[in-house]
């Protein structure tokens, strides 16, 4: 299978560059798959917003959609993760090759076959 040469554009503070291994071509994230320090001031800062909000009616016991609120996050940035890994060039997801070989391969011929 041969690449498709396309340029690749930087991007802005990247978090992550790497080289995709099926194409080689070079290949940047701007998110992590782990939250960074930056992250969790971040949903630091959230919980404590929803906590001061409901404060009037719940005082502390708004602390109780802390783990709510966390694991939503989670989910958010890993979704959006998910989202940038797929190489644009061939189609390429690691992820998917560390699960299932088979569904990698799907993936990739699938990717193949709407270029076509
Ligand atoms: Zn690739």
Known sequence: MEAVKRPWYRIKKAQMSFLCALCGSQRQ????????????IQMTLLISLVCALLWPWMDYRGLVFAPFIWVLWELIHYGLFRRQLPCP?????????????????RKVREFWEKLD
Not at 29 to 40: A, E, F, I, T
Not at 89 to 105: E, N, S, T
């Open 89 to 105: 060039h061939c189609g390429f997801d690691v992820a998917w090759y560390a699960k299932d070989v088979r569904v990698a391969k």
């Open 29 to 40: 994230m701007s998110l992590r798959s782990r939250p960074s320090v930056r992250n969790y």
